[in-house]
């Protein structure tokens, strides 16, 4: 009888991997229905695109490894690693970028080193930092929300994302018939701040579209969506609060000191938290058991420091939203993290 070589740990509890990655799939989707109603179906249309390329490769891999096929596909990981990636990118991405993006997560960041529960980086962050480096262009052309985008009495329906996202399914195409009109892109809120010139904080407020009453609200209410899926599976204990609650509070008391000592350069904490993927990441990124620090110090730890870092880069990198680079850096340290952030071992005293 041949054995499955699966990596630990190996702990019995009701459910398995597969029920834990569904249960995260389903808690992004307040954040993905803020999305579609906002920006159109572009996201979605991303997301199924890109769960079809990870089941591909994921399939591939596993059965050139000589390992069961539908016992892997069964764990969800690879969907779950789509999903985010189709979170984070533009709405009306090409099905190229996605293609590269996925297939490098799940070939390269994940199989390459072993597997689910082997891998030292958050694969979907690999493959989002790689088309982010590599199609800067592309990756920081977004749509508007669609109040803004679109005259009043249209919407960018279903049909026109695809053929936005897929342009030569509407060259085959001979049965539907679509009237497309222009939709209008434009830089997220952290972006339009990073390059708002010579504008004082106070001018970029009141006159930028993208943070107007009705744009701000939008951007508000994706992060809440990803904020109440997030809370809600701490509550499931799929994972503690330790890492996004230490994250957003160094982002939050770094972007409060710097705006407090000089408001007419600096963002106010509010934009940065709300204004970007700070949310998606705290709760969905960060929180990555296979890459994430494993003890309790050692989490808060490790949520600080991305907290901290994504600050840094947002203000004085190249980068206006800097989750995949700070989620990252983290990875490289989580293990030296939790060496010294180990708990005292029962009937023992700690080492001074």
């Known amino acids: ?167 030569f399914l509407s060259k085959i195409s001979l049965s539907v018939s679509v009237e497309t009109f222009d939709a209008v892109t434009m830089a997220t809120p952290l972006d339009a701040f990073k390059h708002k010139g010579a504008l004082t904080a106070e001018e970029f407020w009141s006159t930028e579209l ?23 599976l701490i509550y499931r204990k799929i994972f503690t609060w330790h890492i996004p609650v230490s994250m957003l509070a160094a982002l939050g008391i770094m972007s409060l000191i710097f705006w407090s000592t000089d408001p007419s350069n600096y963002a106010y904490p509010e934009l940065h938290l709300l204004g970007g993927a700070t949310m998606l990441g705290a709760f969905f990124i960060a929180t990555d058991p296979v890459t994430a620090a494993t003890s309790i110090k050692g989490k808060l730890y490790y949520g600080a420091g991305i907290g901290i870092l994504v600050y840094l880069i947002r203000n004085w990198g190249n980068y ?12 490289f340290v989580a293990p030296l993290i939790d060496h010294y952030t180990q708990p005292r071992t029962y009937g023992h005293k700690s080492t001074k």
């Open 1 to 167: 009888m041949s054995l499955l070589r699966v990596s630990s740990p190996h702990m019995t509890r009701p459910g398995n991997t597969g029920d834990v990655m569904l249960l995260v799939i389903m808690a992004t989707l307040p954040g993905l229905a803020m999305l579609t109603w906002f920006f159109g179906w572009g996201t979605f249309i991303n997301i199924l695109w890109a769960s079809l390329v990870a089941i591909g490769c994921e399939a591939l891999i596993v059965a050139l490894r000589g390992r069961p096929v539908r016992h892997y596909l069964r764990d969800y990981s690879a969907i779950l690693t789509a999903v985010l990636l189709g979170l984070s990118l533009p709405p009306l991405a090409p099905w190229w970028l996605t293609l590269i993006a996925v297939s490098f997560a799940i070939i390269v960041a994940k199989h390459l080193y072993g597997g689910i529960g082997q891998n030292p980086f958050n694969p979907a962050m690999v493959g989002y930092a790689l088309v982010l480096i590599a199609f800067p262009v592309e990756m920081t052309s977004w749509l508007a929300p669609q109040t803004l985008s679109i005259t009043p009495g249209q919407s960018m329906g279903f049909i026109d994302a695809l053929f936005a996202i897929f342009p």
């Open 320 to 331: 206006p939203d800097a989750i995949a680079f700070a989620v990252l850096l983290m990875n």
């Open 210 to 232: 993208i943070v107007s009453t009705v744009s701000w609200k939008a951007w508000q209410l994706v992060s809440i969506g990803f904020l109440v899926g997030g809370i809600y």
